[in-house]
Each structure stands twice: as C-alpha cells, then as structure tokens.
C-alpha cells in the first residue's frame, strides 16, 4: 500500500518554482533516499510531505492531506530535521516526558533502553551534550515512536562519520521493520546506498530518475576499461565516461554484463556516478547547508 | 518503487506491530493534557518567569528588613499620626506596586520571545514534528500572561506580605513594643482579594490585547520583536495626529492600561486603604464593552499567530 502519493506536486516561491510536477508513490516497507543538489527541491518536497508548507496538486501521506491534517499526521509520522532542532535549554528527562505527554505512541522504555546505551546522562541539557550525543538522544526519541513514516532530511549534517555510521545502523537494526517506511534525503549518498531500498534523483524541482535498489545492480554496470579495449568499449555507448588514474572508468545502463567482461571486471557503481551521468556534471555536492 | 495494487486505499487506522508499543487505549491524547505538557514546556524554557518575581521579592523584603530594623517604627507611634501600622500599610501597598509592575515586565518579555525564540533556535521543528496543533501551543503560550502569571504573581506577593506583617511585629517585639495595634489595624485577607481581582481583571484580563499584540508580532518579525512591536503603534499616533490633529488612538491606548470600569477597586493614592472589590465591580467589569471588545482584538490577534506560526520554519 502507498504510504506517500504525489501527482502533478507543485510549489512555487515567487517565481522561482521548487516542485515543478512532482509525482511519486512510496509504498509500505521501502527506504527512500531522495537525491538531489542544493535547491533541486528536496526539502520543499519534505515540507510539502510533512504538512510543514501548503502545496498546489494532489498529496496524500498514509491517507491524509497532511496540509489539512498536519497534527493528527504527526502522530503516525517522525521526523527528524536536522541535529540542530532539539532546543539547547532543554533536559534529557524533560524530552523523554514530554514526548511521553504529548505522543500516543510513544515507548519511554524504548527510549530510555537506546540512551542507556550512549554516555547520555539523564539530567543534561542539550547545551551539555556533543553534537552526535544530541542526534543519539534525537533518534532514541524518534525510533521509540511508533510511526509509520520516518522522515530523515539531512539527519547527519555535520556529525563525523562514526555517527554517521551508528545513526543508520541503529536505524536499520532497531528500528526498520517491513512495516515502517523511511525517507530520507543526504548528501552523503555512498554512505546510505546500502540502507536504500529504493532512491529518487531530484532535480530542478522535477524527478528525474526513480529506481529501486534491486533495478539498480541489474540496472547499470562499471568498468574500468584497458586503454587499448577503450574503443571497443565505447561502441556500446556508455553513459558516463570518467577518468581515474589514467584509466577509464565507464558506466552502462542495461548492458550485458558477460560483453562487459571482456573490458575489464564490471562493478556495480555508486549511486554518486549515477548521479553524475544522468545529470551531467552536477553531483551532489558534500557541502553544508545550502539554500533550503 | 515497489508496485502494488495501484486501486489499494491506504488504511489510515494505526496497524499493530510486533515489536511495538503494546496497544493504546485510544492515540490520542487528551486536549488538556497536550495544554498541560505545553505550559510544561514553558516554563522549562522561560524559568524567568518564577525567577525574576521571585528575585524581586526576596530583595524587597531584604530592603524592607534592613529598613524596619533602622527606622524605629514606634518612634512615630507617640506623636505623629503615622503608626506602625500606617508605615507598614503603605510598605504592603509598594510591595503590591513593585510586583504588579515586575509582572507586567515579565509578561511583555514572554509574550515578545514566545512565538520568535522557537524559530531562532530551529526547536519548533522538534515542536511541529509533534502531534501537538499550532492552536493548542499558542492558546498555551497566551495562558502564560493570561493565566500563570498573574496567579504566580498573586502568590509570590500574598507570601511577601505575611512574611511583612511577621517582620515588623518581630522588630517591634524585640524594641518591647506591642503588636495588638498592627495586627488588628493590618488587614491582609481584604487587600489579598482587592490585589487577586486587580490583577485577574486589569492586568491579565483587560491587557489581554495587549499580550496578544506582542504575540503577533512575535510570531511575525524576524528579527528586533520589540521594535516592531512599537513601530506600529508610534507610526498611527504620529499619522493620526498629522493628519487630523486628534489623538484617539492615544486615549485608547491609555483606558486600556488605566484598566478601564474594574480599576476602581485599586485606589489611586498609596495611602489609601485598600478598598476590597465588591460584586458590583465584578458585574460592571464584565459586561463593560471595553472588556469585550479587548477580547475579540486579542482573539483576532492570537489567530493571526496561529497562522502565522502553520506557515513558519526556523528563522
């Protein structure tokens, strides 16, 4: 069953357009990493997902129009901003009973089991805690609510890559279940290809490419080709060429791999060089924040 | 994406899990328990507002002590008209004087960081991601002023004035005088309720459009809450007067802080004796159309924040 369903999405800021015709169906159980550069429209998609921004054509998130019915949405729906949103004078036992107050599905055990497994004490303040303490005690709320939707947009900005590492393993060990679905959007893409089951490269407020992980190895193919096979190779027109070390790599869409052999051992590329290719040159960027 | 049956509904009731919370008896809570966790919230953040009336206090009395000690109260009591009991009838009134103006600072302060603060510090996407309506935080946020205040107010004062009435008898003991003429010349229980209906009637109720302006504003400016806040007001008093030489705006603004029909009860000299309210103020206070056009300015602005806010992101 569809948890998200998008057709005809539409945002405009003046006359910028952010979501330029946006249709999407993100089903029960998939993890979802929406791609995309700076300003592609990730977080307005987010916002307009979340009930947070008023949207033109049709939304529907696990049957509601989350504009109209953005409180009751938030009971079935988690969301984690960014690691910068838990407000500084704030205690660890006060977020646990206020989330506890507030949440009909909220489990303080569950909560209080993953905090007893980081150096968090109880009676901190967030301004006390180190940013990757503050998105351990941000994800123990969240993964302690039992939502249907989980929506990450950019949950590890600015956290070192040992947090990063732990944030998704927690997520996919103690919390994914085929029952829950996840969003989420980053720009450390390698990092989360494995956690992905699905992803949607974003671009100009339009999706220009929707693949599941599955489709993905059978999908594209890369080979770092021996100079002297290059131009056999490219007669089965690559879709990306890129050099590395003097050598060629190239990348294949729905090729035969057993052809592809013969050049060289075939891999199965990041979603990164995928990005790169459809796109043309325009990665998405490891930067900080940039225009939302 | 994974396909299924394209025509499949989304069911919108909650699905049992496994590994989740065992079931809720319903999943939703209670309006007044979202209202109390919000107010909860409040003053987690805003400390200030029991700190300060509390600092205030505590250094009124101290003043007040240290005062009783050195001027020899029963010094007047021979000769002059003012006795021990006049002298510390007009420290109680101060007091009520101080307190009502420290909550009037609190409130205003509150009011200006109540809707602006969230956004700065980026928490009201924690807040927002939460099933808790934008209503129900601004109605939680307004009780602040409305509500909280001007019963922390109340108490803070009630106990600041006992603890008066026991300092001055204590000093008068000590100096072997009697206390059987301030105790039975001091009425405490009289000027508790003329100050408790004082400060319900004029400063929350009747300046209720005056906290739902700040909040407004609040909930708006992005930036120098306060300044906006005046901006307005000076630019129509200006304008008014340049262009038809009057100045109602003013004396509007002015009945409103005087606190209009229910101001009566306070008297407008200190050593006046407090003059205890009476059904009648009450019943004139309450249907004064002052009150109740307050109440309809201060629910148009508190609307507009709650709109204001469904619209907002962090700053």
Request: proline share 6%; charged share 15%.
């Amino acid at each position: 069953m569809a948890v998200i369903e998008a057709s005809g999405l539409r945002k405009v800021f003046g006359t910028t357009v952010a979501l330029d015709g946006v249709d999407l169906r993100v089903d029960e159980g998939r993890i979802l990493g929406l791609i995309g550069p700076n300003g592609a429209g990730k977080s307005t998609a987010i916002n307009a997902i979340l009930g947070l921004a008023p949207y033109q054509g049709q939304l529907r998130v696990l049957g509601r129009d989350p504009w109209a019915a953005s409180d009751q949405l938030m009971r079935d729906v988690a969301f984690i901003a960014d690691v910068a949103v838990l407000p500084r004078w704030l205690r660890v036992s006060q977020a646990l009973d206020y989330v506890q107050g507030v949440h009909p599905r909220f489990d303080r055990a569950k909560a209080e089991g993953f905090i007893a497994k980081t150096t968090i004490r109880r009676d901190s303040r967030v301004r006390e805690l180190s940013k990757g303490m503050v998105t351990q005690l941000h994800l123990a709320l969240v993964m302690a609510i039992d939502a249907r939707l989980l929506v990450l947009d950019e949950p590890t900005l600015g956290l070192d890559i040992l947090f990063r590492k732990q944030f998704y393993d927690a997520l996919l060990n103690d919390y994914f279940d085929r029952s829950r679905t996840i969003v989420v959007t980053t720009h450390q893409v390698e990092e989360i290809q494995n956690v992905l089951t699905d992803f949607m490269f974003i671009h100009r407020g339009r999706i220009v490419l929707t693949c599941s992980m599955e489709d993905f190895e059978a999908r594209y193919a890369e080979v770092t080709v021996h100079p002297e096979r290059l131009a056999a190779a490219r007669a089965l027109k690559p879709l990306h060429e890129r050099q590395l070390f003097g050598r060629s790599t190239l990348l294949f869409e729905r090729a035969d791999r057993a052809q592809l052999e013969q050049f060289g051992d075939v891999r199965t590329p990041g979603i990164a060089d995928v990005f790169v290719a459809v796109l043309g040159g325009n990665p998405p960027a490891d930067s900080p924040r940039g225009a939302r | 994406m994974a396909t299924s049956d394209p025509t499949a509904m989304p069911d919108p009731s909650p699905q049992p899990q496994a590994d989740g919370p065992p079931a809720l008896g319903s999943a939703v809570m209670s309006p007044a328990q979202l209202v109390y966790w919000s107010l909860r919230r409040e003053l987690w953040e805003n400390r200030f507002i029991y700190v300060v009336p509390l600092i205030v206090a505590a250094v009124f009395l101290s003043a007040f002590t240290i005062g009783a000690i050195r001027v020899p109260l029963q010094h007047y009591a021979a000769s002059r008209p003012l006795t021990p009991a006049r002298l510390l009838e007009g420290a109680l009134q101060f007091a009520s004087l101080v307190m009502m103006l420290t909550y009037l600072v609190v409130a205003v302060i509150y009011c200006l960081g109540a809707l602006h603060n969230e956004r700065q510090d980026r928490s009201i996407l924690l807040w927002k991601s939460l099933p808790v309506s934008d209503l129900t935080t601004v109605l939680a946020k307004a009780a602040i002023p409305l509500i909280l205040l001007p019963v922390i107010t109340f108490l803070i004062l009630a106990l600041t004035q006992a603890i008066m009435l026991l300092t001055a008898s204590a000093v008068l003991l000590g100096r072997g005088g009697s206390v059987v003429e301030l105790w039975s010349q001091t009425s405490l229980l009289p000027m508790w309720a003329a100050m408790l209906y004082h400060l319900l009637t004029v400063h929350a109720l009747y300046y209720a459009p005056v906290y739902g302006w700040f909040m407004l504003v609040s909930a708006w400016a992005r930036r120098a809450v306060f300044l906006w806040a005046l901006l307005p007001v000076v630019a129509v008093l200006i304008i008014e007067k340049l262009v038809f030489n009057t100045a109602a705006f003013a004396h509007m603004l002015l009945s409103r802080l005087e606190g209009g029909p229910a101001a009566i009860p306070y008297p407008p000299h200190a050593h006046m004796p407090m003059v205890a309210p009476t059904l009648a103020n009450l019943a004139s206070f309450l249907i004064s159309p002052g009150l109740w056009i307050g109440f309809a300015v201060c629910a148009v602005f508190l609307a507009a924040a709650v709109r204001l806010r469904r619209y907002q992101g962090p700053i």
